[in-house]
Nanobody
């Protein structure tokens, strides 16, 4: 079981940067793969970025490749999403999600534990 709390959302202008943080409470956080999802109004939730248990491997949605970077610090039970060159289309509620894993793969599918979300709004 893991509890996730996101922070760092806000209102920025197009082209600016923002870093989201996800604090996890888990005795064995290094056994969890983690991902960031987002959901814009009227749209389905989509995965944005994912990272494996150790932080050695990552994967990104095409829409954010080259602009977003996911990272983690297991000793602090933290996961981050650095977002650069933000666009109005990035406006959404961003969620941190975790999945207990038994291998070092990056998971780009279903996750089991979710945070409450943080709003990111990018103005043009």
């Amino acid at each position: 079981q893991v509890t996730l709390v996101e922070s760092g959302g806000g209102l920025v202008q197009a082209g600016e940067s923002l870093t989201l943080s996800c604090a996890a409470s888990a005795l064995t956080f290094s056994s969890y793969a983690v991902a960031w999802f987002r959901q814009a109004p009227g749209k389905k939730r989509e995965i944005v970025a994912a990272i494996n248990w150790s932080g050695s491997d990552t994967n990104y949605a095409d829409s954010v490749k080259g602009r977003f970077t996911i990272s983690r610090v297991n000793t602090k039970n933290m996961v981050y999403l650095q977002m650069n060159s933000l666009k109005p289309d990035d406006t959404a509620v961003y969620y941190c999600a975790a999945k207990y894993v038994y291998d070092s793969r990056v998971y780009f599918g279903k996750y089991d534990f979710w945070g409450q979300g943080t709003q990111v709004t990018v103005s043009s």
